[in-house]
């Protein structure tokens, strides 16, 4: 059986980060709740799917830009629309710069039960390098007045390989949030889109990045001390306390189906049952034109594709190997009717040769150098083996 999640995307920042590359929009006045009810007016009119959700997320953007009624709205409304598992995760993301005691109080009592603040760093001289709008006393204040307003699973985003960043800096960083005890920390290694203001700061050799070797030591310190401090690891960026994994994000290393609503929201649904066959398509991008195509009856979807075989196989090989429980080769076989070992032979001896990758049991896993060139790793199973004789045919 197939879970189903549900994501909204809340395309709005009070400014744009320098390094951002996701459907985000300083924008405001009436295009905001516009597009709130264009939101709601997708959720409702929507056909598709049928299912039981196990977890929703808010993300952006900041959700949080948001007044909390409107978020209540949007929740309501998937409420109506889908029936929830019980003890289903709800996440919103917040920004620190928008904590509020009763923000977050009416959040709470909505019924989102999982909150992820985005902090970035504790360290004010690189929150300001980073563009953001918050200091990091107010990150460590957002995460107490999230615990106030009761919620019980906080998880915190944390970057590292910021320009100007030492090592020093990541540890110091590291410790201020684990010390104010989430149930979650995400760890991830800043990437440099090329559309960004960072992008264009690199061109030009006016953004003083760590180098490489720095950034593998501040990761390889990120996964000890998250250990140290009761985190398992489960995802090359993923930490969590037991139990407290995030439901929402595994389905998608699972490659499981998920619907999505607002600008630039991207859906993927099955097709069959074993979901050898799925369907993926993003929504128009911009706040402005989703709008009016909602209003207009036009269809939302910019972008659309049907994946099936060897490009779906090697999708979720991509990115179930993200996880540290690896990719069984049984259950992809049940799912694909593919033998994996056999069609990604060659790519996963060379792999294993290089010390990248291993089996446990039927499970094929990063080692722990693999974690350290996990996106180098994943890339190998995206490209279709030359010579390839195998076919699919998911019925079989
Ligand atoms: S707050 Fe997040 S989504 Fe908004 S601009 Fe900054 S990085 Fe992008």
Request: net charge negative; with cysteine.
């Amino acid at each position: 059986m197939s879970t189903l999640s549900l994501y909204v995307h809340i395309p709005f920042c009070i400014s744009k980060c320098g390094y951002c590359d996701f459907n985000s929009y300083a924008m405001n006045g009436p295009i905001v709740s516009e597009t709130v009810d264009a939101i709601l007016a997708e959720i409702r009119l929507s056909g598709y799917p049928k299912g039981t959700a196990q977890s929703i997320f808010f993300g952006g953007g900041t959700p949080t830009f948001l007044d909390s009624a409107s978020l209540q709205r949007i929740l309501n409304s998937l409420r109506d629309r889908f029936p929830l598992a019980p003890e289903a995760e709800i996440t919103v993301e917040a920004n620190p710069g928008t904590a509020d005691m009763q923000r977050f109080m009416d959040l709470r009592s909505a019924g989102f039960n999982r909150i992820s603040i985005g902090v970035q760093s504790f360290d004010d001289g690189l929150l300001h390098r980073l563009e953001r709008r918050h200091s990091a006393a107010e990150a460590a204040r957002a995460v107490g007045i999230a615990r106030e307003a009761g919620f019980e699973n906080i998880n915190l985003d944390l970057m590292f390989g910021i320009p100007g960043q030492t090592e020093t800096d990541w540890e110091k960083s590291l410790q201020s949030a684990l010390s104010l005890q989430p149930e979650h920390i995400s760890l991830y290694s800043l990437t440099i889109e090329p559309k960004t203001r960072f992008g264009h700061l690199q061109r030009i050799g006016q953004l003083p990045l760590p180098n490489e070797e720095a950034v593998l030591t501040m990761y390889e310190r990120a996964i000890e001390a998250a250990r140290q401090a009761g985190f398992g690891h489960y995802e090359v960026s993923n930490f969590a306390k037991p139990g407290y994994q995030c439901r929402h994000n595994i389905n998608y290393w699972r490659n499981g189906p998920y619907a999505a609503y607002g600008p630039g929201a991207v859906s993927c649904l099955w097709e069959d049952a074993a979901g050898a066959r799925y369907r993926r398509w993003t929504n128009e991008l911009s706040p402005r034109k989703y709008c009016q195509k909602m209003e207009s009856d036009e269809t939302l979807a910019v972008e659309e594709e049907t994946v099936s075989g060897m490009t779906a196989l090697g999708e979720s090989m991509m990115v179930g190997l993200r996880m540290m429980e690896g990719v069984s080769l049984s259950s992809l076989y049940q799912r694909y009717k593919i033998d994996m070992a056999l069609v990604y032979e060659r790519e996963i001896a060379k792999l294993i040769e290089r010390g990248l990758i291993g089996f446990t049991g039927d499970r094929i896993v990063l080692t722990h150098r693999g974690l350290l060139f996990a996106n180098d790793v994943v890339l190998e199973f995206i490209a279709l083996p030359e010579g390839n004789k195998f076919t699919v045919n998911p019925q079989n």
